[in-house]
């Protein structure tokens, strides 16, 4: 979660001038509730204030600015209004996007900010909300960055267009030396740290104004001659680029919102398109994406478990920034144009309760004394991991998250179905992108990091698997299976046989065996464990094309038992 700093008497201008000095750190610990924040510290030399905020959803809350309006909406009772998002507001500035940028980082967004003369805390405010928002909501740069720039230095109008590598130069932030595009990539900090982000593009996007002076190169740096903002400047221009047109716009309300909070006069820029966007060919922004949805009083109150009445759910939303307009048996609210957060009804149930305070609401006794215990599967799998234990095994604990390459291929699975296996649509990385469906790679990883040990080897692990049923809602089911494998120089299929024995014999069922050809083990040395007539599990001798992969010098057997289907026909 988002931890940021902030100044005690910069939160207390902000909040109101008649503030100053006056706040004491209990109010503000109080008053936190209101923004899910904590407060981590408190230098009382300095009036630095460590908060952190528990919503990952509320990026606007991640600076001193958000916090402070949140606070003060609830103590002024509404939103004051934020007359450059209406859609009477005419822009007299434009950025013109060149052809091609919609296949490397088509979206941006600007406006300007004058009237306001920044202070050392505002400074330090606007650089550190520039970093959050670029770091953990624009996901390291990737799908949102900012740029801050002195206004006067600009010809308008700026464009937003594509170059070779060499063909613009500049001083970025932090050097004093003149570098073109590819030079900052290999030799800026900033380069390296987020180059990454416009690999394999041969042309690279830049930020020109009217003079052909460079603003900035993004979603790498800026340039230090007009983009080196500083305490004093009264003029700025803002502008956000990134992949994801709703996020882009989002970004450039908070930082136009923080900068009208601080007395700036924001004004709208107009950004023309060659290409058709989701808002259109010419886009003003800022602009308010939000849209009024309604939800029944009903569903409030009796998700809070408590009679509130329409007049009371309309003031608590209004008090917490959202434009309310209240019918008989519901009301229809639309979050402030900084907020994009809304994305199911008890979104708005919990702002409510928050609003209110959660003081405020009757606490109620449960009506019924129930004594809690351990499921039959848990059960189950402690029983197994004793057994397991007591017959020489060692447990080891690993991720059922990994790659399809160690699940299937090195296991001799493609194309079969014992190869399927539930993968993640939109994995971070291919190591990270399957879930395993059953036990036995998990513990050949393990086995593979393990040959500098004395043999033998006996490791079990009991966890869970994900398995592909397409008689399940989901399309897939979870079960506990518990894997054994026994590593040595002679290890053979009656001393895993022997093991499996033990186990069942302990945990009071009969099993019996079946012929299975399995990809994994050794054609004649594989067979389903059966129990009441259904498959529940699959024992063998791994086979060595298997060990050759995962590159195990010796023989290894092993057996997979699905614990869940276990205790069902327990």
């Keep these: 979660m988002p931890t940021i700093s902030i100044f005690k008497d910069d939160f207390e201008s902000l909040l109101d001038s008649r503030l100053a000095g006056a706040v004491s750190i209990d109010q503000i610990e109080e008053w936190l509730m209101l923004v899910k924040g904590e407060l981590k510290g408190h230098n009382a030399e300095t009036g630095e204030l460590r908060v952190e905020l528990q919503d990952s959803n509320r990026p606007d809350l991640w600076c001193c600015e958000g916090i402070a309006r949140q606070i003060r909406i609830k103590r002024q009772g509404k939103l004051r209004p934020y007359p450059f998002l209406s859609k009477q507001s005419k822009p007299t500035q434009r950025v013109i996007v060149g052809a091609g940028m919609e296949g490397v980082r088509p979206y941006v967004a600007a406006c300007t900010a004058k009237g306001y003369r920044v202070t050392k805390e505002g400074l330090a405010q606007l650089i550190q909300t520039q970093e959050k928002l670029a770091d953990i909501f624009g996901h390291k740069r990737k799908t949102v960055s900012i740029g801050i720039y002195q206004l006067q230095k600009i010809a308008f109008p700026v464009t937003y267009e594509l170059v070779k590598p060499d063909e613009a130069r500049f001083t970025p932030l932090g050097m004093e030396t003149v570098m073109t595009l590819s030079e900052i990539l290999m030799v800026h900090p900033k380069g390296l740290e987020h180059g990454r982000i416009l690999a394999g593009h041969s042309r690279l996007p830049i930020l020109r104004d009217a003079k052909h002076q460079p603003l900035s190169f993004p979603p790498i740096i800026n340039s230090r001659e007009i983009g080196e903002v500083r305490v004093g400047d009264d003029e700025l221009f803002v502008e956000v680029t990134g992949t994801d047109l709703a996020m882009v716009v989002l970004t450039l309300n908070i930082f136009a919102v923080n900068l009208a909070d601080r007395g700036a006069m924001i004004e709208p820029v107009a950004v023309q398109y060659p290409h058709k966007t989701p808002l259109g060919r010419q886009v003003v922004t800022p602009q308010d994406l939000g849209k009024p949805r309604s939800i029944r009083i009903e569903t409030i109150e009796r998700a809070l478990g408590q009679a509130l009445g329409g007049k009371t759910v309309t003031q608590a939303l209004k008090t917490y920034g959202y434009d309310v307009s209240a019918g008989k048996n519901a009301v229809k609210a639309k979050l402030p144009p900084y907020r994009q957060?809304?994305?199911?009804?008890?979104?708005?149930?919990?702002?409510?309760?928050?609003?209110?305070?959660?003081?405020?609401?009757?606490?109620?006794?449960?009506?019924?004394?129930?004594?809690?215990?351990?499921?039959?599967?848990?059960?189950?799998?402690?029983?197994?991991?004793?057994?397991?234990?007591?017959?020489?095994?060692?447990?080891?604990?690993?991720?059922?998250?990994?790659?399809?390459?160690?699940?299937?291929?090195?296991?001799?699975?493609?194309?079969?179905?014992?190869?399927?296996?539930?993968?993640?649509?939109?994995?971070?990385?291919?190591?990270?992108?399957?879930?395993?469906?059953?036990?036995?790679?998990?513990?050949?990883?393990?086995?593979?990091?393990?040959?500098?040990?004395f043999y033998p080897h006996r490791l079990f692990e009991a966890g869970d698997v994900a398995i592909p049923d397409p008689a399940h809602e989901l399309g897939s089911r979870t079960d506990t299976v518990l894997g054994a494998v026994l590593a040595h120089a002679t290890a053979h299929f009656s001393e895993i046989h022997s093991c499996l024995d033990v186990l069942f014999y302990h945990l009071g069922q009969e099993y019996s065996l079946e012929s299975v050809q399995h990809p994994s083990f050794l054609e004649g040395r594989a067979g389903h464990i059966i129990v009441a007539g259904k498959p529940v599990g699959v024992i063998g001798e791994v086979h060595p094309e298997v060990l050759e992969r995962w590159q195990i010098s010796v023989p290894v057997v092993s057996f997979d038992v699905n614990l869940s289907q276990l205790a069902d026909l327990a």
């Design 341 to 453: 957060d809304l994305m199911h009804e008890m979104d708005v149930v919990e702002d409510v309760a928050m609003s209110c305070g959660y003081g405020s609401f009757a606490p109620e006794m449960p009506a019924q004394f129930t004594v809690g215990g351990l499921s039959r599967i848990e059960q189950t799998s402690d029983r197994a991991r004793e057994l397991m234990v007591g017959l020489g095994f060692q447990e080891i604990i690993s991720n059922i998250l990994g790659s399809p390459e160690s699940y299937s291929t090195a296991m001799r699975l493609d194309g079969t179905d014992w190869g399927k296996m539930v993968e993640v649509d939109n994995a971070m990385a291919v190591t990270f992108s399957a879930l395993r469906q059953w036990m036995l790679p998990s513990l050949l990883r393990v086995e593979a990091a393990s040959n500098r040990a």
